[in-house]
């Protein structure tokens, strides 16, 4: 399968660069064609222009300076995410990647009179997150989980219709034990390996 | 009431603006104190650095000068109000960014230590009123059941960080794309009457 695995944290030596490699050594171990988007290695600015607003229901033609994600995106049968959570959900630059990218003829179409968007990343059979939070379990589903919706539910219905969404997500790192963070590593490579 | 108005759109002079703008009407007519950021206009950086993220733990996390003004605004504020579109179910990227940056160690909480790390504890204890404006491309069952990630964001996650009293007002135009001009002004006038009486 081919997997887009996009990366979204601005440290090489965190947790979460390890768990990104983990994903990575899974999914190539168990042969599929890795794609790896390290948005802050590539500086990916995740703010939306103006021009893009006034453009957003204009032809994916028209935005050639995105052209480049968007092939990467309509390339993937999986997409992988993997980030830190922070306040509920994916950090800005990993938001903005949705905002920018999962444009109008790539993620979704809008012909004229429909009264909603209809799905187009039909290549899309796996949706994946791997994620780490700092508070409890209990804390995020106090919130929740805005985080695991947007992805899960609101991005997920732009998928294959038959798409599976697997979220994997270590709470309460703020306190987890070294041998907790060894486990999730462990449990993310093997998910991978079984995609 | 000292109200800071959080305003995220790309788009200089369209609906969002003039949502800004009634809700600015509304609070000064209701005899608010006011302040406005503009977090396009003012080109905040909406990603956190990787010095940011080295420090985040620190007693002063903050690092830069807009950040740090930014941050002077949220400790005046009784009530923040923000104004943005919804885009894919939850806040812009400047506007999630500028949470990550600004209601940070300090500001929105305090890191104390705990059993084997650290935990959170809420600082935003001036705060009483966390008001979100917003307009949906879907309608208002969709935004709902689907996700509703920006209304779950700022009412359930920031205001854990907020005293319980604290007052969580929700004004939501959905469908957007299907509204009528009357309509449109409709909602315009509701956030002028709503915000008047904070």
Redesign the interface.
């Known amino acids: 399968m081919k997997a887009l695995v996009v990366y979204g ?3 090489d030596d ?1 947790y979460c660069a390890a768990l990104r490699d983990r994903a990575v050594g899974g999914l190539r171990a168990a042969d599929h064609d890795v794609d790896v988007l390290d948005l ?1 290695a590539e500086a990916f600015d ?5 021009d ?3 453009g957003h229901l204009a032809p994916a033609a028209t935005k050639p300076h995105l052209a480049d994600h968007f092939a990467r995106l309509r390339w993937a049968e999986a997409v992988v995410l993997v980030y830190p959570t ?8 990993v ?2 990647w ?2 920018r990218v ?1 444009a109008n003829e790539v993620a979704f179409d809008l012909p004229p009179g429909a ?3 209809r799905p187009r990343l039909s290549n899309v059979r796996r949706l994946v997150v791997v994620t780490t939070h ?2 409890s379990k209990w ?1 995020n589903a ?6 695991k ?2 992805v899960g ?3 997920r ?1 732009l998928c294959h219709r038959r798409a599976r969404f697997r979220w994997l997500a270590l709470y309460g790192i ?4 070294p041998a907790e963070r060894q486990q999730f590593l462990t449990h993310v490579e093997r998910a991978m390996t079984r995609l | 009431m000292r109200c800071l108005v959080v305003h995220a759109n ?3 002079d369209g609906y969002g603006a003039a949502l800004r703008d009634a809700a600015v009407a509304g609070l000064t007519r209701g005899g608010h104190e006011v302040r406005v950021v503009d977090l ?1 206009a003012e080109g905040f950086r ?5 010095e ?3 420090r985040y733990h620190e007693p002063d996390p903050i690092v830069d000068p807009q950040v740090r003004e930014h941050a002077g605004h949220v400790r005046w504020a009784e009530a923040i109000v923000f104004v943005y579109p919804t ?8 506007l ?2 500028w ?2 940056r600004v ?1 940070v160690n300090g500001v929105a909480f305090r890191h104390v230590p ?7 504890k809420p600082h935003l204890d001036h705060l009483r009123r966390i008001v979100g404006i917003t307009t949906y ?2 309608g208002r069952w ?1 935004s709902f059941l ?5 209304r ?2 700022l009412l ?3 205001y ?1 960080t907020a005293p319980r009293r604290t007052q969580r007002i929700w004004l939501g135009l959905y469908g957007i794309e ?1 509204r009528s001009p009357a309509e449109r002004q409709a909602f315009l006038q509701r956030v002028d009457d709503r915000l008047a009486r904070l």
């Open positions: 944290h601005p440290l965190s802050y995740p703010v939306l222009t103006a893009e607003r006034a922070w306040w509920g959900g994916p950090p800005a630059i938001k903005g949705l905002d999962w009264p909603r968007i700092g508070s804390v106090l919130e929740g989980e805005p985080g919706r947007i539910r609101s991005l219905l703020d306190r987890a034990t | 790309p788009t200089p396009y909406a990603a956190m650095t990787a940011e993220r080295r885009w894919w179910a939850s806040l812009p990227a400047v999630k960014g949470l990550e209601m705990a059993k084997g790390g650290h935990t959170v491309g879907s969709f689907v996700a509703d990630g920006g779950r964001t359930r996650a920031l854990i299907a």
